[in-house]
């Protein structure tokens, strides 16, 4: 299917949307980019072959396209994907989905009621290795799952923070180190194990930075399916470490640290085409454990192949609204629980 996109934002999730789009035979293509910043959208289109150069996203999805990538702060998520969906425009954001629950549920109304696709950017969902993993998980491999650990200890400076006005504010983030770092490996866990019943959560900002959203958080989850898990999320560590996803079950563990495959511990050992992904070492996708960058497309590209397929097919994506939804609602649930001082029930 041939999808003309247009793209807000010209950040990092757009360069990322962008390579994603380019150079692909047939199929998708980017058409139309946006940012407030005339002198920075056209030096964008310029760099990726577009044409159509906006400053008002509201001209940007009155332009002739069919599907919108949001890459803009997580804040303005809805209301950008309502107005697109009411045109007939079918919507991937970036993550998180949106800041809350409820502005989640809007978004996947709207776009329910118009009969357009949604869908929500987790893209490591795409990754071999984490597939694997939740095929263990899925198939019984490690028996009844009873505790999984979810952990992004990461650091981030001051300037990375002042770097953007939307950064580290609770209106237009949405969140700290939780829905902007560690956001990826918990979905992977929620992916893996299922919906979560209940959650009880602590959060705090370090003297490290000046900033209204938490740097660090610990939480503490149990699944509809019984097992129980911890999830820890800093921006503040200043030995940061590549983060790791491990899920312990009655017959065996599996677990990842990065994007590396380094539990296999079930019956029977790991298959040939399990090794080849184990201990492969780590892989370059130009992120750091200290500061900002992802560069590589590979994974969005998965994605968009998915999304764009499932337009065409008119099915769900795998990251639909609904999943990008459960992702949000546990980590609002998590900053409910530590402002209430008791356990919370995802919305």
Same mark, same amino acid.
């Given at each position: 299917?041939?999808?003309?996109?247009?793209?807000?934002?010209?950040?990092?999730?757009?360069?990322?949307?962008?390579?994603?789009?380019?150079?692909?035979?047939?199929?998708?293509?980017?058409?139309?980019?946006?940012?407030?910043?005339?002198?920075?959208?056209?030096?964008?289109?310029?760099?990726?072959?577009?044409?159509?150069?906006?400053?008002?996203?509201?001209?940007?999805?009155?332009?002739?396209?069919?599907?919108?990538?949001?890459?803009?702060?997580?804040?303005?998520?809805?209301?950008?994907?309502?107005?697109?969906?009411?045109?007939?425009?079918?919507?991937l954001t970036e993550k998180p989905m949106a800041n809350t629950a409820a502005d989640a549920d809007r978004m996947i109304e709207a776009c329910d009621r118009a009969g357009v696709t949604l869908g929500c950017i987790y893209m490591y969902r795409f990754m071999d290795t984490a597939i694997r993993m939740?095929?263990?998980?899925?198939?019984?491999?490690?028996?009844?799952?009873?505790?999984?650990?979810?952990?992004?200890?990461?650091?981030?400076?001051?300037?990375?923070?002042?770097?953007?006005?939307?950064?580290?504010?609770?209106?237009?983030?949405?969140?700290?180190?939780?829905?902007?770092?560690?956001?990826?490996?918990?979905?992977?866990?929620?992916?893996?194990? #299922? &919906?979560?019943?209940?959650? =009880? @959560?602590?959060? +705090? *900002?370090?003297?490290?930075? !000046?900033?209204?959203?938490?740097?660090? $958080?610990?939480?503490?989850?149990?699944?509809?399916?019984?097992?129980?898990?911890?999830?820890?999320?800093?921006?503040?560590?200043?030995?940061?470490?590549?983060?790791?996803?491990?899920?312990?079950?009655?017959?065996?563990?599996?677990?990842?640290?990065?994007?590396?495959?380094?539990?296999?511990?079930?019956?029977?050992?790991?298959?040939?085409?399990?090794?080849?992904?184990?201990?492969?070492?780590?892989?370059?996708? #130009? &992120?750091?454990?200290?500061? =900002? @960058?992802?560069? +590589? *497309?590979?994974?969005?590209? !998965?994605?968009?192949?998915?999304?764009? $397929?499932?337009?065409?097919?008119?099915?769900?994506?795998?990251?639909?609204?609904?999943?990008?939804?459960?992702?949000?609602?546990?980590?609002?649930?998590?900053?409910?629980?530590?402002?209430?001082?008791?356990?919370?029930?995802?919305?």
């Open positions: 299917m041939s999808l003309r996109f247009g793209l807000i934002g010209t950040g990092g999730g757009g360069h990322l949307f962008a390579g994603a789009l380019t150079g692909r035979p047939g199929g998708a293509r980017l058409a139309a980019v946006c940012s407030r910043n005339r002198e920075k959208a056209a030096g964008f289109a310029s760099r990726y072959g577009v044409t159509e150069v906006f400053t008002d996203w509201r001209a940007l999805i009155r332009a002739d396209i069919d599907a919108l990538c949001v890459a803009s702060p997580t804040g303005d998520h809805a209301r950008m994907t309502i107005e697109a969906a009411a045109r007939g425009l079918h919507v939740k095929e263990a998980v899925s198939d019984g491999l490690i028996g009844r799952p009873l505790l999984a650990e979810c952990i992004g200890l990461f650091y981030r400076d001051q300037p990375y923070y002042d770097s953007g006005e939307w950064r580290g504010r609770w209106e237009t983030e949405g969140g700290g180190s939780l829905v902007t770092q560690t956001s990826h490996t918990l979905d992977l866990m929620l992916w893996m194990l #299922g &919906d979560v019943e209940a959650v =009880a @959560g602590f959060y +705090d *900002t370090s003297p490290l930075h !000046r900033i209204e959203v938490e740097d660090h $958080a610990v939480g503490i989850l149990r699944f509809v399916n019984g097992t129980l898990a911890t999830v820890v999320s800093t921006t503040a560590a200043v030995d940061p470490q590549p983060r790791i996803l491990t899920i312990r079950g009655t017959e065996g563990t599996v677990g990842m640290v990065g994007d590396d495959l380094t539990r296999w511990d079930v019956p029977g050992g790991p298959s040939s085409d399990i090794e080849k992904l184990m201990n492969t070492g780590p892989v370059d996708r #130009g &992120d750091t454990l200290s500061a =900002a @960058g992802y560069a +590589d *497309t590979t994974l969005h590209y !998965r994605q968009m192949e998915d999304f764009t $397929a499932a337009a065409a097919e008119g099915r769900s994506p795998l990251v639909d609204g609904r999943e990008g939804r459960r992702t949000t609602a546990v980590m609002e649930a998590l900053y409910e629980s530590a402002r209430r001082g008791r356990m919370i029930r995802p919305a």
